[in-house]
T-cell receptor, first 116, second 117 residues
Framework: AQKVTQAQTEISVVEKEDVTLDCVYETRDTTYYLFWYKQPPSGELVFLIR????DEQNEISGRYSWNFQKSTSSFNFTITASQVVDSAVYFCALSEWGTGGFKTIFGAGTRLFVKA | NAGVMQNPRHLVRRRGQEARLRCSPM?????VYWYRQLPEEGLKFMVY????????ESGMPKERFSAEFPKEGPSILRIQQVVRGDSAAYFC???????????????FGPGTRLTVT
C-alpha cells in the first residue's frame, strides 16, 4: 500500500539558515510520481515539483533543491538561505497507478516557521 | 488560462443542512479529484471523476457524501445533513488525463472552507 511519511511535524529556523524537509514513501509499484506542494497561510496549494520514479537526478530551482534516493525511498526537500516568505506547510505526495488512474497520497505535512 | 476554480471559497452551514461545493477544472482538463483536509492534517483523497463517470470513490464516506462531474458544468461535491466533523477544507484538483504520461500532474484549486455550526 502507499504511504508517505513526513516525520517532522514542525521546524523553526532563523532567516538565512538552510533547512531540509524529509519525506519517506512506501510503494510496491515501479512507476510512480513524487510531488512537493507548499501551502502558505492563505491556504491554497502551490505545486513545487514532480519527479517520476525513473528519474533520480537531483533538481535545483533557485533556493530550492530536491534529493531523490530510491535506495532509501526518500524525496527530501532543501531550502537554502531561508526567508520569512518560506513559512508555510509543505506536503510531500506520492502518486501511483490505482483504479482507473493515478491516486495521490499526501503526507501529513511539515510546518516551517522562518523567523526574521 | 484560468486555473482550477472552486466556489464558494467559504461556506457556513448549520448541522443538518446540505453543502454543495463546486469545482471548475482547468480548460482542457477532463479529470477531477476531490480531497479533504481536516484542521492540522494533510489532504486525504476522496473521489476521482471523469466526465459523467466516477472512477474511484474509495475515499468517500459511505453516507451523506456524493460527487458528480456532468457533461456540462462544474463538478459538484455534495454533503447532505452536515455534521460538525465535516468542517474542513475541500480541495479540487484537475489533470489533463489520468493515465501515465509525461505531463501528468494535478492542478489544485484554492479550496472551499466548510464550517458547520
Amino acid at each position: 500500500a502507499q504511504k508517505v511519511t513526513q516525520a517532522q511535524t514542525e521546524i523553526s529556523v532563523v532567516e538565512k539558515e538552510d533547512v531540509t524537509l524529509d519525506c519517506v514513501y512506501e510503494t510496491r509499484d515501479t512507476t510512480y510520481y513524487l510531488f512537493w506542494y507548499k501551502q502558505p497561510p492563505s491556504g491554497e496549494l502551490v505545486f513545487l515539483i514532480r519527479r517520476n520514479s525513473f528519474d533520480e537526478q537531483n533538481e535545483i530551482s533557485g533556493r530550492y533543491s530536491w534529493n531523490f534516493q530510491k535506495s532509501t525511498s526518500s524525496f527530501n526537500f532543501t531550502i537554502t538561505a531561508s526567508q520569512v516568505v518560506d513559512s508555510a506547510v509543505y506536503f510531500c505526495a506520492l502518486s501511483e497507478w490505482g483504479t482507473g488512474g493515478f491516486k495521490t497520497i499526501f503526507g501529513a505535512g511539515t510546518r516551517l516557521f522562518v523567523k526574521a | 488560462n484560468a486555473g482550477v476554480m472552486q466556489n464558494p471559497r467559504h461556506l457556513v452551514r448549520r448541522r443538518g443542512q446540505e453543502a454543495r461545493l463546486r469545482c471548475s477544472p482547468m480548460k482542457g482538463h477532463s479529470h477531477v479529484y476531490w480531497y479533504r483536509q481536516l484542521p492540522e492534517e494533510g489532504l486525504k483523497f476522496m473521489v476521482y471523476l471523469q466526465k459523467e463517470n466516477i472512477i474511484d470513490e474509495s475515499g468517500m464516506p459511505k453516507e451523506r457524501f456524493s460527487a458528480e462531474f456532468p457533461k456540462e458544468g462544474p463538478s459538484i461535491l455534495r454533503i447532505q445533513q452536515v455534521v460538525r466533523g465535516d468542517s474542513a477544507a475541500y480541495f479540487c484538483a484537475s489533470s489533463p488525463h489520468g493515465g501515465q504520461g509525461p505531463t501528468y500532474e494535478q492542478y489544485f484549486g484554492p479550496g472551499t472552507r466548510l464550517t458547520v455550526t
